[in-house]
Every structure is written in structure tokens, then in C-alpha cells.
């Protein structure tokens, strides 16, 4: 079955204790993304990479590491948690669509619920 | 500063009916839109996309309308089911590597 994992799916944890969310997907998609979801924003991009060792920042990237050692494992790392980052994480993969009348889409993970104290 | 806005929170429609989901851009470089669909704990799922180059994209009951000159997108699903009843985000890329996201429209379809 095609899917995008996440893990954990529940985390609370204190100001400061390093956290890492892994995200895997058995598409061999090339295209990875963590986002965001707060109340009244929607989802906000944090991270994304086209391939293998080929990461870029989102709209929120403060705070946050990532790694694309693989294709498949893209894990999002808050190496000093605060409080402002409890939120609902997804991750997304996607093929990419480099001809402009190929549709694609990103197939997102069922999310991580996050809480900073 | 959002560059994709959905300016109305919630939407209530009867069951067979028409409902408009509405989505403005800022952005004029935008060249591929999506909407998804999203249920209480669970992940968006994707519903429809367009590209660019054309300005509607039909796909069964849901059909998304792209106005360039106007930076506006709209899905429009017929007939609606009670099924339907989710939030449902649109997201707008350039060159399909940054995606921006609307706040999203909470759609309720009474029976």
C-alpha cells in the first residue's frame, strides 16, 4: 500500500529536550515537505527537498533542521523545542510534474501532534 | 503576509446542492493550484488540481475554476453529499518546489 508514514504520532515534551519526527514513504517519490498546521493559518511549509541531499527552507523554517540522506526518510529535527512550536506536523511526498500539463499531487502522512512545555 | 487567502471560514450547504469554495492568490508567478480535502484526524487527501495553462480542470462532481487576471480559484462540487462535509484547503506552487497554503473553509452539507 502507498503511504507516507510518521512517527510519533502523539509527543509531549519539555523547552530545550532535542526531538526528532521521522517521515518515510515507499513511493520512491522525489519530493519530501514538512509542514505546519495552527489554527487560522492553514498549513505553512517548513522544509522541503526535491532529491536526495537537496533540501531548501519553507515559510517557517526557524527552529528546525532537516535530512535527506535517503530517498525515502525525510525526519524533522527541533534540536531545542520551545513552547511556540506546539502544532499539528504532516509530511508530504510527491513525484514532480517537470512537464507543465503533468498533474501530481503530494500524498501527506496522518500528521504528529506536538506539545512543547 | 499570507499569499493564498480563504476568506471564509465555513460554508453550509444543503445535500444535493451546489458549494463554492472560494480561494484569492496574491502571487501572478503561481503556475499550479490544488485543492485538498481534510478530515479530523487525518492527513490532507488530495481532490483536484490545475495548472497555469488552462482555467478549469473537471474531475466527476468537483470542478476547479481558475481566473488569472483576477488571481481567484474556486472548486465547485455538484451534487454535494454529506460525505463532503470536511475542511478543505487550497495551495498554490511556483515551479512546484514552495507550496503556500490557504487557512481553509470548513464545509458542512446538512442532509
Known amino acids: 500500500e502507498a503511504q507516507v508514514t510518521q512517527n510519533p504520532r502523539y509527543l509531549i515534551t519539555v523547552t530545550g529536550k532535542k526531538l526528532t519526527v521521522t517521515c518515510s514513504q515507499n513511493?520512491?517519490?522525489?519530493?519530501m515537505s514538512w509542514y505546519r498546521q495552527d489554527p487560522g493559518l492553514g498549513l505553512r511549509q517548513i522544509y522541503y527537498s526535491m532529491n536526495v541531499e537537496v533540501t531548501d527552507k519553507g515559510d517557517v523554517p526557524e527552529g528546525y533542521k532537516v535530512s535527506r540522506k535517503e530517498k525515502r526518510n525525510f525526519p524533522l529535527i527541533l534540536e531545542s523545542p520551545s513552547p511556540n512550536q506546539t502544532s499539528l506536523y504532516f509530511c508530504a511526498s510527491s513525484s514532480i510534474p517537470w512537464g507543465s500539463a503533468r498533474q501530481e499531487t503530494q500524498y501527506f502522512g496522518p500528521g504528529t501532534r506536538l506539545l512543547v512545555l | 503576509d499570507q499569499q493564498v487567502k480563504q476568506n471564509s471560514p465555513s460554508l453550509s450547504v444543503q445535500e444535493g446542492r451546489i458549494s463554492i469554495l472560494n480561494c484569492d492568490y496574491t502571487?501572478?508567478?503561481?503556475?499550479?493550484f490544488l485543492w485538498y480535502k481534510k478530515y479530523p484526524a487525518e492527513g490532507p487527501t488530495f481532490l483536484i488540481s490545475?495548472?497555469?495553462?488552462?482555467d478549469k480542470n473537471e474531475d466527476g462532481r468537483f470542478t476547479v475554476f481558475l481566473n488569472k487576471s483576477a488571481k481567484h480559484l474556486s472548486l465547485h462540487i455538484v451534487p454535494s453529499q454529506p460525505g463532503d462535509s470536511a475542511v478543505y484547503f487550497c495551495?498554490?506552487?511556483?515551479?512546484?518546489?514552495?507550496?503556500?497554503f490557504g487557512s481553509g473553509t470548513k464545509l458542512n452539507v446538512k442532509p
Open positions: 502571487n501572478s508567478m503561481f503556475d499550479y
Open positions: 513511493m520512491n517519490h522525489e519530493y
Open positions: 490545475i495548472s497555469s495553462i488552462k
Open positions: 495551495a498554490a506552487s511556483r515551479s512546484f518546489n514552495k507550496f503556500y
